[in-house]
């Protein structure tokens, strides 16, 4: 069965840590994916990457940076973190091209304290 | 920009009851629609798509048709069930190479026996 994989199901971490979640799948797509998802405001994309290497900024990176060193692996960096990135981050990957839907992760709730 | 309206929940049916939820969307080209849902504690799953006017997409009895003249992709289900109570993500892509997809706020689906 095709899966997307997060390291972390729960992580807790204090505020001004630098924390890493990491994404994996084993389906070989071109794209990966970072959400994020709150209450009343749905999923936000913080960054993707077409390839091994290339990202690019989504709706919301500011706080955040991304690695893709291989085509499986896609990781969000929280730089510094801060309690307004308490969320829960999702990750997705899919082929290239418009009529592919993106398989999810299970996602990881982060609480900064 | 693109962006995606979905009805505001919880909707609140009892068992065997009609569904609709409903999406409208604003997009330029001709983007292709999907349907995701989210059950409690885990990631999204597609549940269905439409990659061109008219198309009606199904799955699990669940069905939505792409009507471009009203740019909507309303999701519809005969007779709900407890175990779809989850919330659903109604989601439109960019229509670029990289894939990218837009998603609504998402409804939340509450069924009693």
């Known amino acids: 069965d095709v899966k997307v994989t997060q390291s972390s199901r729960y992580l807790v971490k204090r505020t001004g840590e630098k924390v890493f979640l990491e994404c994996v799948q084993d389906?070989?797509?071109?794209?990966m994916f970072w959400y994020r998802q709150d209450p009343g405001l749905g999923l936000r994309l913080i960054y993707f990457s077409y390839d091994v290497k290339m990202k690019e900024k989504g709706d919301i990176p500011e706080g955040y940076s991304v690695s893709r060193e291989k085509k499986e692996r896609f990781s969000l960096i929280l730089e510094s973190a801060s309690t307004n990135q308490t969320s829960m981050y999702l990750c997705?990957?899919?082929?290239?091209?418009?009529?592919?839907?993106?398989?999810f992760g299970s996602g990881t709730r982060l609480t900064v304290v | 920009g693109d962006s995606v309206t979905q009805m505001e929940g919880p909707v609140t049916l009892s068992e065997e009851a009609f569904l609709t939820i409903n999406c409208t969307y604003t997009?330029?080209?001709?983007?292709?629609l999907f349907w995701y849902v989210q059950y409690p504690g885990e990631g999204l799953q597609l549940l269905l798509k439409?990659?061109?006017?008219?198309d009606k997409g199904s799955n699990k009895g669940f069905e939505a048709t792409y009507r471009k003249e009203t740019t909507s992709f309303h999701l519809e289900k005969g007779s709900v069930q407890v175990s779809d109570s989850a919330v659903y993500f109604c989601a439109l892509s960019k229509g670029s190479g990289y894939s990218t997809l837009t998603f609504g706020k998402g409804t939340m689906l509450l069924v009693s026996p």
């Open positions: 997705a990957s899919t082929s290239s091209g418009r009529d592919y839907g993106y398989t």
């Open positions: 997009a330029t080209g001709y983007p292709s």
């Open positions: 439409a990659t061109k006017a008219d």
């Open positions: 389906m070989d797509h071109e794209n």
